[in-house]
């Protein structure tokens, strides 16, 4: 129980473009939902926190503007980032909280995101 | 604020041998404490956590954790290891009753020789 998936898995895009990942709450409801970075070789950073039918949660520092979050109902949220530029290349990792255990992150394989 | 450090970066063991990862948290009071291990270009995957009680928790995969309240820490063991447990291993931290923000550990990279 408790799996999360995202999609796509990887993504290379052209600047200036725009990317969707979807993350997904297959077998629970997910009230809230999770965005990380993660750079090479360091931690996650948390970017935001969204709840199913309100406004994401951004964190210090990260552009709602290029960073759009949705969580439309308790299963997706999907993270759009609006003309991508090369920095914005990364490994993008969420995670969802819902029962069972609410008090636990399950998080999702992951998406690489390249930009050109 | 609450904070974990991981003072190993890298950590090299045998196949068979035991194995110990550090974890130190700084909070003002007991927090919730998870162990996530990461395989590489996956996402995190939950070892296992500790809220209350029993303070050595038992996880998947034959690990291990104990807290120690005396000494801020969350170390995680596992008794024999696997080549397959060669992978990246995150200590976090979050709020009791309020885990929207996990505070995550820079990682321990484990890499297990034959």
């Known amino acids: 129980g408790a799996v999360v998936s995202q999609h796509p898995s990887r993504v290379i895009c052209k600047s200036g473009t725009s990317v969707k990942i979807e993350c997904r709450s297959l077998?629970?409801?997910?009230?809230?939902m999770f965005w990380y970075r993660q750079f090479p070789k360091q931690s996650l950073m948390l970017m935001a926190t969204?709840?199913?039918?309100?406004?994401?949660?951004?964190e210090q520092g990260v552009e709602k503007d290029k960073f759009l979050i949705n969580h439309a109902s308790l299963t997706l949220s999907t993270l759009t980032v609006t003309s991508a530029h090369p920095e914005d290349s990364s490994f993008y990792i969420c995670?969802?909280?819902?029962?069972?255990?609410?008090?636990?992150?399950?998080f999702g394989p992951g998406t690489r995101l390249l930009v050109l | 604020a609450q904070s974990v450090t991981q003072p190993d970066i890298h950590i090299t063991v045998s196949e068979g041998a035991s194995l110990e990862l550090r974890c130190n948290y700084s909070?003002?009071?007991?927090?919730?404490l998870f162990w996530y291990v990461q395989s590489p270009g996956q996402g995190l995957q939950l070892l296992l956590k500790?809220?209350?009680?029993?303070?050595l928790v038992q996880g998947i995969k034959g690990f291990e954790a104990e807290f120690k309240r005396s000494q801020s820490s969350f170390n995680l063991r596992k008794p024999s290891v696997h080549w397959s447990d060669a992978a990246e291993y995150f200590c976090?931290?979050?709020?009791?009753?309020?885990?929207?923000?996990?505070?995550f550990g820079t990682g321990t990279r484990l890499q297990v020789f034959p």
């Open positions: 976090a931290v979050g709020v009791p009753y309020n885990t929207d923000k996990l505070i």
């Open positions: 077998d629970f409801q997910a009230t809230t």
């Open positions: 995670s969802a909280r819902g029962t069972p255990g609410k008090e636990t992150q399950y």
């Open positions: 969204s709840n199913e039918g309100s406004k994401a949660t951004y």
């Open positions: 500790y809220f209350s009680g029993d303070t």
């Open positions: 909070y003002g009071a007991t927090p919730y």
